[in-house]
């Protein structure tokens, strides 16, 4: 029997044990949840339809106690973590107009009638990380059921609390026992588990791209259904002809929300050296400015960092003595507070610039012309997210064409609708969540074949 001590980010105080399943509590759970498959995907589609609405009224009704343990185990600011939650119910509520709309074709063939079905895949196995825990979770869980799958969910060692209290809200829903099962547990012995074990179907993992090739490589074998979604360095693309002032006051949160531990950070600012020195300094007031304190005043834009290891990982890339443009202002004493940190390195080759810190810290960096800023914004390996800011319509249209990235704005810093497409360009990810089409992802399309000349 192995527990993990759940760890306040704000306080560095220890909050609860969490017991951590071994591999036969894994296999238990896993076989629970193909036997449970059975049953579930022939619940009528208005019957399911009707428990994810549910489902998704009820955690709305916990709000406030779902983003209170956000606040306790991840340290997110109270404002995030309701939206958080209230992300959660909207993405089960889009979804559960889902089983009354998995629709088949029927395609036109001589001698007979010819349709394709969208079958259920069976057991999908779910592995969360700690940066956002209750979207990330819904992501895959919402669509999932939707289309007659049973999940099993693994959440990060580190933010299990969430996804345990979510898992008991299902129930309450009326949700059957089985269908929707947390195995909290490390990514060894759980995660490792549901990408060998026969009986789950496919892998959805968020996370680090090591761990998700290391996935991928396991998948193989049985050539497991899977999506991705990995790492990002996400490009803040600022032309001379933009709205500065409104670039600038936007830039902080674009990069520190969640104190940059957020895989569509717009971690790398591009800004056009005409404009240069009139973005660094209205940046500057607007770092400042920015509230980096206790994640449960409503006041806060940014918490602390998750963990002492996160921290010590942050802190790599802004060694003793490092040079730094300027920084905002963070507590100090318990916890693991970072302040949010601003770098103006020589060229691309600097380690902060080209790496995911995964921390509030971002390199700036200018750019001549048009040609130049795609260049530097795809000079990089991952392609999840980013901005582009101009007023000429014409650039913005096809700076937005070039930069290879899954998901873009222009003139805003907002990546993620739950009813728009969300995933990664090259090393970012594999396949897309969320959007009209997340449900392709958990289901196989079947095509039948009816003989009516007999
Ligand atoms: P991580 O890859 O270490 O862990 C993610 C999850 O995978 C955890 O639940 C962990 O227990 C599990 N895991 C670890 N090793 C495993 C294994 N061998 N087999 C199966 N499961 C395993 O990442 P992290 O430290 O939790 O999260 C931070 C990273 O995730 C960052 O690099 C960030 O960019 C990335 N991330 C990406 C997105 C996205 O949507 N693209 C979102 C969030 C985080």
């Not at 951590?20 to 339809?49: C, M, N, Y």
């Not at 409104?246 to 056009?272: E, H």
């Not at 002492?308 to 790599?316: G, I, K, N, Y």
Request: glycine letters at 10%.
């Amino acid at each position: 029997m192995s527990a993990y001590t759940i760890i306040n980010p704000t306080n560095a105080k220890p909050v609860q044990d969490i017991h951590l399943a071994d591999l036969f509590e894994t296999d238990v759970a896993i076989e629970k949840a193909d036997r449970a498959f059975q049953s579930w995907r022939h619940v009528s589609p208005g019957d399911r339809a009707k428990l994810l609405r549910k489902f998704a009224a009820i955690v709305e009704e916990h709000n406030e106690e779902l983003a209170q343990l956000e606040v306790l185990n991840s340290g997110h600011t109270i404002g995030n973590a309701r939206w958080e939650a209230g992300n959660v119910a909207n993405v089960l509520n889009y979804y559960s107009a889902a089983p009354e709309r998995l629709f088949g074709r029927q395609i036109p063939v001589p001698n007979g009638i010819d349709i394709t079905f969208k079958e259920p895949l069976g057991v999908i196995g779910i592995i969360v990380p700690w940066n956002f825990p209750m979207p990330i979770a819904g992501w895959g869980f919402g669509p999932a059921l939707a289309a007659g799958n049973t999940v099993v969910l693994k959440p990060a060692e580190l933010t299990p609390l969430t996804a345990i209290r979510l898992g008991e809200l299902a129930l309450e829903a009326g949700i059957p026992e089985g269908v929707f099962n947390i195995i909290p547990g490390k990514g060894s012995v759980v995660g490792e588990r549901f990408v060998s074990h026969p009986a789950v179907r496919k892998i959805v993992f968020t996370g680090s791209t090591s761990v998700g090739k290391h996935i991928m490589q396991g998948c193989s074998a049985q050539v497991k259904r899977l999506t991705l979604e990995l790492g990002g360095k996400s490009a803040n693309i600022i032309f001379g002809d933009a709205d500065i002032e409104k670039a600038a006051a936007g830039a902080p949160g674009a990069v520190f929300d969640n104190a940059g531990q957020d895989c569509c950070a717009r971690s790398r600012i591009l800004v056009q050296r005409s404009v240069y020195d009139r973005f660094m300094e209205l940046f500057e007031t607007a770092v400042k400015a920015f509230r980096c304190e206790d994640p449960a005043l409503e006041t806060a834009e940014m918490g602390p960092l998750i963990s002492a290891t996160q921290l010590e990982r942050v802190r790599e890339f802004v060694p003793e003595g490092a040079e730094i443009a300027f920084q905002g202002n963070a507590p100090t004493g318990d916890g693991y507070w970072f302040p949010p940190t601003v770098l103006t390195p020589k060229n691309t080759e600097d380690r902060a610039y080209r790496e995911e810190v995964f921390g509030p810290v971002v390199s700036v960096l200018p750019f001549t012309d048009e040609e130049d800023a795609i260049k530097i914004a795809n000079d990089s390996e991952y392609g999840l997210s980013g901005s582009i800011w101009s007023r000429d319509i014409g650039r913005a249209v096809r700076v937005s064409r070039a930069v290879e990235a899954g998901n873009l704005s222009v003139n805003s810093n907002s990546s993620v609708r739950y009813w728009t497409p969300f995933g990664g360009y090259k090393q970012s990810g594999l396949g897309r969540e969320l959007g009209p089409d997340a449900l392709d992802a958990f289901t196989e399309t079947k095509n039948v074949f009816f003989d009516t000349q007999n």
